[in-house]
T-cell receptor, first 112, second 110 residues
Framework: EPEVTQTPSHQVTQMGQEVILRCVPI?????FYWYRQILGQKVEFLVS????????KSEIFDDQFSVERPDGSNFTLKIRSTKLEDSAMYFC??????????FGSGTQLSVL | QKEVEQDPGPLSVPEGAIVSLNCTYS??????FMWYRQYSRKGPELLMY????GNKEDGRFTAQVDKSSKYISLFIRDSQPSDSATYLC??????????FGTGTSLTVIP
């Protein structure tokens, strides 16, 4: 069964460093998303991406964040200068229809 | 504003019991309603989705939406130990931003 693949599963970084979280969505899916979940809190929307552009972003998704779909298969989330409060589990999701999303297993980001 | 409210539990039931999980939401514009299951340190897994009011059944799972009271439910019949997980409700109007509940932790005791 196809699945959304995320790498790395764990990422430890120093505050102020740049990180890139990588995702391979399910082939033929059209809609792509990044969500995050701080330990013990709700899953929070970051950004949605369709037709090679951002369709919606949340207040969390400020200028430190960017997304790319560089080669038609990968979907990346870049955090330019990480802060302590960026520590969270980051989930990539994709779907053929926007209401039916499939999530990856996540990347646990720890900012020290 | 809390778009979606969900009792975090924890909820503990004996095997074979009927489980009822519930959420309320605030925005009447929400049209799509989803239930996800999340195991520890894993991504949410889509269980059910419904559009607007009504019931939808899939095996042992039934999703119910009452838009008049802004209330969504998931029923699990003949619960199994493998159903032990955190259950998240979610909703959206545009399909871009999903609003998730906090999740209800369920344990089914053999």
């Amino acid at each position: 069964e196809p699945e959304v693949t995320q790498t790395p599963s764990h990422q430890v970084t120093q505050m102020g460093q740049e990180v890139i979280l990588r995702c391979v969505p399910i082939s033929n899916h059209l809609y792509f998303y990044w969500y995050r979940q701080i330990l013990g809190q709700k899953v929070e929307f970051l950004v949605s991406f369709y037709n090679n552009e951002i369709s919606e972003k949340s207040e969390i998704f400020d200028d430190q964040f960017s997304v790319e779909r560089p080669d038609g298969s990968n979907f990346t989330l870049k955090i330019r200068s990480t802060k302590l409060e960026d520590s969270a589990m980051y989930f990539c999701a994709s779907g053929m229809a926007r209401e039916k999303l499939f999530f990856g297993s996540g990347t646990q980001l720890s900012v020290l | 504003q809390k778009e979606v409210e969900q009792d975090p539990g924890p909820l503990s039931v004996p095997e074979g019991a009927i489980v009822s999980l519930n959420c309320t939401y605030s925005n009447s514009a929400f049209q799509y309603f989803m239930w996800y299951r999340q195991y520890s340190r894993k991504g949410p897994e889509l269980l059910m989705y419904t559009y607007s009011s009504g019931n939808k059944e899939d095996g042992r799972f039934t999703a119910q939406v009452d838009k008049s009271s802004k209330y969504i439910s998931l029923f699990i019949r003949d619960s199994q130990p493998s159903d032990s997980a955190t259950y998240l409700c979610a909703t959206t109007n545009t399909g871009n931003q999903f609003y998730f509940g906090t999740g209800t932790s369920l344990t089914v005791i053999p």
